[in-house]
C-alpha cells in the first residue's frame, strides 16, 4: 500500500514558496545550510554541491566549472560527460516531444518542476535525494524504525 501513496506518502507534500513549486525546489537547492557544502557520490563525483547543481540544471554557465567523475573519465568517454546545456532545449523537446506522447497514452503532462527534478535527480543530487528516501522508507507511520528479521 505504501507503494501506491507515492512520494506524499512516504515524505508528505511538497511545500509551495509563493504559490510555486519551482521556487520551492530552489529555495531548498540554493538557501537551505547544505547548499554550497560539498559532496561525493558514489560513481565518482567529488564535490558535488546542491546550489550549483540547481544552476547547471536550470541556468547553466558553459565554463561554470562543474564536477564530473574523476580520473581520464572524460577523455576515455566523452560524450558520456555532462554538458551544461539550456534548460530550454530540454523544455523543447518536453512540449513537442513528450508530452505529446504521454497525452497519446492518457497519461498526464510532464510539468517543468518534474523536468527540473528528473534531470536533478540523475545527477549528483541522486545521492542526496536517495538517502532521503531510503531514510523515510525504513520508518514506519508512527516514526518508529522499520525493522525486519529473518
Known amino acids: 500500500a505504501e507503494f501506491f501513496a507515492g512520494l506524499e506518502g512516504l515524505i508528505g507534500p511538497p511545500k509551495m514558496l509563493g504559490g510555486s513549486l519551482q521556487k520551492s525546489m530552489e529555495a531548498e537547492h540554493c538557501k537551505e545550510k547544505d547548499a554550497l557544502i560539498p559532496f561525493d557520490t558514489s ?7 546542491s546550489a550549483l547543481e540547481w544552476q547547471f540544471v536550470c541556468t547553466p554557465l558553459i565554463d561554470g566549472g562543474y564536477v564530473e567523475r574523476g580520473g581520464d573519465f ?4 566523452p560524450d558520456w560527460c555532462r554538458k551544461p546545456l539550456p ?10 516531444e513528450i508530452n ?46 522499520r525493522l525486519e528479521y529473518d
Do not use: W
Open 74 to 77: 572524460c577523455q576515455k568517454h
Open 43 to 49: 560513481n565518482g563525483i567529488k564535490g558535488a554541491k
Open 100 to 145: 505529446p506522447k504521454l497525452e497519446k497514452a492518457g497519461q498526464p503532462k510532464l510539468s517543468l518542476p518534474e523536468l527540473i527534478g528528473g534531470r536533478l535527480y540523475t545527477g549528483p543530487m541522486y545521492e542526496k535525494y536517495n538517502a532521503v528516501l531510503r531514510f523515510f522508507s525504513g520508518r514506519n507511520p508512527d516514526g518508529s524504525l
Open 87 to 96: 534548460l530550454a532545449v530540454f523544455e523543447q523537446k518536453m512540449e513537442s
